[in-house]
Each structure stands twice: as structure tokens, then as C-alpha cells.
């Protein structure tokens, strides 16, 4: 088991256009959250999905910010416009229930 | 609303030397506590959690209600400790849909010198 897969790595978008952030979650693994970390600070909920379904999305900016979950594939955060501010890192968790969460090694975002 | 604060940004310690990393939150309901390690370039770990009671790698966290602290505490720092240290709480949900979500603290980074 790879464990929760997230690419890329490092994205270095300018601004204005859109980033896609991907979050494969682990085999068996129906729940992904989302958080991002901004320089200088702890870790923000952003968003917890299940297969298809947006349970929790109180984190998320209200503009620009979307995240799927389909049915196949991996779970998609995705950032239009990006700005400056958007910069951070986002890492993405997953777990087969809600509880026992496994984090991925993240996404680092840079907005020149 | 539920929040987790960690007051020290950065701790220095002595290998050897005791080391205790704060955390104190706020929750009216009863909250489940976490400590998570995240060492250079790797992903976040999960260091422990109240409810299992256990020391992993040394390290312990009472949960504290009076107080409402979870603190880090291990007897003998080792250089392989150092690393960024977050301490998150879950709420018990209670008529809510935040079901898993975890709150952060801003986290210490923990440098152990030899």
C-alpha cells in the first residue's frame, strides 16, 4: 500500500491562473480532508469529502476554492485565479471511517 | 467554537534534558486529543493519542481536563526528536457534520542539540 499519494509536489503557478491539486487516498480509504498550512502557521481544515459527496466544506474560501471526490480517481482540490495569498502547502488525509487519519507528504503551492 | 494553542513556536533542549511541549484548547463538549510529528521533508505522523494512553518513542501527553492541556512531556531528549510538533483536537461531533475534522495548533519546533 503506497499510503496517500499527492502531486504534485511543488506547483508554481502565476497568478491569475488555475491550480489543480490531486490526493490519491489510500486502498480501502472512503473519507479525504483537506487542510492547508500557510507560512507561518498551524494546519486549517479545509474541506472533508466522502466518494462523490461534500460532507464538511466549512473550511473552504467561498470563492475560487472547489474539491471533488469521484467515484474513480482521485480527489481534486482546485484553486482558480490563484493569488499570492493562496501560496502554502496543502495536504491532503484519508481514512476508512472518519477516524485514523493518514496524511500525504503534500503539495507545496507558490503564486509568483 | 474549538481552538488548540501551542505558545511556543520554537523549544531548544540539551539531548538528555527533560523536554515538555505545551498545548492547551478550548472545547465545550468532550474533545479527543492528538500529538502529530512531522520530522524534515516527511509527511505528518500521528505521535499519540489520549484515549490509547501509551508512550510511543518515549513520549507521553496526559489529558488534563481541569486545565484543558495536553502536554508533550519525554524524560530524555534525543536528536532524532527534533522535528515540528502539533498538537489537534476532535470534537465529539455532537449534532454536527464536522465528523473527523481535526483542529491545529500552530506547532512547536522541537531542536535537540547534541
Known amino acids: 500500500n503506497a499510503g496517500v499519494m499527492q502531486n504534485p509536489r511543488h506547483l508554481v503557478r502565476r497568478r491569475g491562473q488555475e491550480a489543480r491539486l490531486r490526493c490519491s487516498p489510500m486502498k480501502g480509504h472512503s473519507h479525504v480532508y483537506w487542510y492547508r498550512q500557510l507560512p507561518e502557521e498551524g494546519l486549517k481544515f479545509m474541506v472533508y469529502?466522502?466518494?462523490?459527496?461534500?460532507?464538511?466544506e466549512s473550511g473552504m474560501p467561498k470563492e475560487r476554492f472547489s474539491a471533488e471526490f469521484p467515484k474513480e480517481g482521485p480527489s481534486i482540490l482546485r484553486i482558480q485565479q490563484v493569488v499570492r495569498g493562496d501560496s502554502a502547502a496543502y495536504f491532503c488525509a484519508s481514512s476508512p471511517t472518519g477516524y485514523g487519519y493518514t496524511f500525504g507528504s503534500g503539495t507545496r503551492l507558490t503564486v509568483v | 467554537a474549538q481552538r488548540v494553542t501551542q505558545p511556543e513556536k520554537l523549544l531548544s533542549v540539551f539531548k538528555g534534558a527533560p523536554v515538555e511541549l505545551k498545548c492547551n484548547y478550548s472545547y465545550s463538549g468532550s474533545p479527543e486529543l492528538f500529538w502529530y510529528v512531522q520530522y524534515s521533508r516527511q509527511r505528518l505522523q500521528l505521535l499519540l493519542r489520549h484515549i490509547s494512553r501509551e508512550s510511543i518513542k518515549g513520549f507521553t501527553a496526559d489529558l488534563n481536563k481541569g486545565e484543558t492541556s495536553f502536554h508533550l512531556k519525554k524524560p530524555f531528549a534525543q536528536e532524532e526528536d527534533s522535528a515540528m510538533y502539533y498538537c489537534a483536537l476532535r470534537g465529539d461531533n455532537a449534532g454536527g457534520t464536522s465528523y473527523g475534522k481535526l483542529t491545529f495548533g500552530q506547532g512547536t519546533i522541537l531542536t535537540v542539540h547534541p
Open positions: 469529502l466522502q466518494k462523490e459527496n461534500i460532507i464538511d
